[in-house]
């Protein structure tokens, strides 16, 4: 009997949904040349300010793919009046995490070091591919946050999930916008203060270019969610449209 994602008889990750019982997050919002947002943003989806949102997440044991830790971006985007997140590049160190987030949603995922520590007078936090570190961040988590990015129970991210052709020159056979709903989304603890947030890059990874373009402002959060799939995933065809 066939698995639910390859190889068949040994599939790499499991149907879903997925649990994340216990995370910790290291949290960023700061504003981004709008040129920048524009240029990584895909139409129809129109980007709602010059802002963004970086995340460090280590993540405990998740049912099908295991503890890892990851590197997450963000733009706030909107679709016809429908907000949610646009994430144009995500590392993490798990090959699971990886291929089901690419292989379901269209997730834009490469394997990398994420790297936190939270146990120092100031959280630091890492990300680094190929011997680049791309992202260094610190964190002095003086006081109880109520408002934060995860100060809600449901959020919708939005990826451009693309499949190439096996054939020579050939256009893509998926390409479109799909739509990943996080849900039952839980905040046990957040805390912010002042950071420090520095983006570097490489030939192959320029995360420079979402350098903050003013002071920053972190938080560090612990808490727990639900990922999994809906009936109406597809948002947009560009295969249909071409």
Do not use: Q
Request: no cysteine.
């Amino acid at each position: 009997m066939d698995g639910f994602s390859m190889p068949g008889f040994a599939p790499l990750y499991p149907e879903g949904p997925y649990e994340y019982d216990g995370f910790t997050a290291v949290l960023f919002e700061y504003p981004v040349e709008r040129e920048r947002l524009d240029g990584v943003v895909p139409a129809p989806l129109d980007v709602r300010t010059n802002a963004m949102v970086l995340g460090f997440y280590d993540y405990g044991v998740v049912n099908g793919f295991g503890s890892y830790d990851e590197l997450v971006t963000g733009v706030p985007v909107a679709h016809e009046g429908r907000e949610m997140l646009y994430a144009p590049y995500l590392l993490l160190d798990g090959d699971a995490p990886m291929a089901g987030g690419r292989e379901v949603w269209g997730i834009p995922k490469k394997l990398g070091t994420v790297e936190i520590d939270p146990e120092g007078a100031a959280v630091t936090a890492s990300a680094s591919r190929g011997g680049a570190t791309l992202v260094e961040a610190t964190l002095d988590t003086r006081k109880p946050a109520r408002d934060h990015p995860l100060a809600a129970d449901r959020f919708e991210n939005v990826y451009r999930k693309t499949i190439p052709a096996a054939e020579k020159g050939a256009a893509p056979v998926v390409d479109r916008l799909v739509v990943a709903e996080t849900s039952d989304v839980r905040a046990e603890r957040a805390l912010t203060g002042p950071g420090t947030l520095a983006l570097g890059g490489s030939a192959a990874d320029p995360l420079e270019a979402f350098a903050p373009a003013g002071e920053p402002t972190g938080y560090l959060v612990e808490g727990s969610w639900t990922l999994g799939r809906t009936d109406d995933a597809v948002l947009h065809r560009f295969e249909e449209s071409a």
